[in-house]
């Protein structure tokens, strides 16, 4: 479910080192700028677009809760998780439709903590018999790094605070996002203002800007319960790429929804995932296998939750469109 690369190798997968927080901190804190990927990666990505593109909070006529946590690399030690939660609402005044949206991240590897809390809004409009929107996010960046958790042989490099060092920025994200009947596109940027986080008074964290583009079919079958919803999620952020293709294949009969697929990221890995609707929650789980060096347990688990429940926007407001969130 989850895979980053954290500031030091471009793709996460080619090996895990015997002191993997010690090479780490040495390439975040060093003076000399690495880049690397930094954004967390989601195979249920297709039901969690909020977490990358602000202008999709809000696209059902839903009240829409998410939770996501991510264990990579299990069997290793100090090996990262990830605990996502969000929530997103569609709204209308001023005849006007308008979505809003929340998110927590909390992402944790070895010595560092990576936190981020957002507010998302999105303007949206009727075009062309789908629907239009632009969204904008603003939040803050809240990092950590313990260094009194380092290994004592590894203490030694003036680079590496010994103690508990803290940093917190601003974070601006942007997107547009386009649904019609069904299938959608849409682009966005995550650290749009490139912020810079000292942690300390001697180190500093970049966070470069990371680009968005995603889009999906949902394919009908004669089979009126069955659909197959295909999806792919590329995102680039200066120095590294990564493309997810996904196709599922669902079953839906009146409340009722189960669904079963898999994910390709070329050079990265493959994920299978399963999940339905249980008692009116949404549940998934996912198991992403590296194609790299790393063995086929040593994976990443990946747990999904959502809610949804209808918001009844006044009549002339009410949105007309399907979700392909879950179909």
């Known amino acids: 479910m989850y ?23 040495l390439a975040c804190l060093a003076e000399a700028s690495v880049k690397a990927q930094y954004d967390p990666s989601y195979s249920h990505y297709w039901a969690m677009e909020p977490s990358f593109n602000p202008a999709s909070v809000g696209k059902d006529n839903k009240l829409n809760v998410v939770g996501a946590y991510s264990l990579d690399f299990a069997g290793y030690e100090h090996n990262p998780n990830t605990f996502y939660v969000g929530a997103d609402m569609p709204l209308y005044f001023l005849r006007q439709y308008h979505g809003a949206g929340i998110s927590i991240l909390n992402d944790k590897l070895g010595v560092f903590t990576h936190q981020r809390v957002s507010a998302q809004y999105a303007f ?18 809240f990092e950590k790094f313990d260094g009194s ?53 001697t180190n500093e964290l970049q966070v470069n800007r990371t680009y968005y583009l995603t889009g999906g079919y949902n394919i009908k079958l004669h089979n009126p319960f069955l659909t197959i919803p295909a999806s792919v999620l590329a995102r680039y952020d200066g120095t590294t790429f990564r493309t997810d293709l996904t196709a599922r294949l669902v079953y839906t009969h009146e409340k009722k929804m189960l669904y079963g697929g898999v994910s390709y990221s070329p050079t990265n890995s493959v994920t ?27 994976g990443s688990h990946g747990l999904f939750v959502s809610y949804q429940t209808d918001i009844n926007l006044q009549k002339r407001g009410r949105n007309k469109h399907k979700s392909v969130r879950f179909l």
């Open 149 to 201: 958790k380092l290994d004592p042989e590894e203490t030694n490099d003036p680079a590496l605070s010994q103690s508990e060092v803290n940093g917190n920025r601003l974070d601006l994200g942007a997107g547009f996002y386009y649904t019609h009947r069904d299938w959608y596109v849409g682009a966005s940027v995550q650290h749009l203002n490139s912020p810079l986080v000292e942690l300390g008074e």
């Open 124 to 141: 949206r409009h009727h075009l062309w018999g789908g629907m239009v929107s632009a969204g904008v996010q603003a939040g803050m960046l």
């Open 3 to 25: 895979s980053k690369a954290i500031f030091l190798h471009p793709v996460r997968y080619k090996g895990v080192l015997k002191r993997l927080i010690f090479i780490i901190a």
């Open 272 to 298: 299978a995932f399963a999940g339905g609707t249980f008692h009116g929650i949404n549940i998934g789980y996912s198991y992403e296998m590296y194609t790299g060096s790393a063995a086929f347990k040593n």
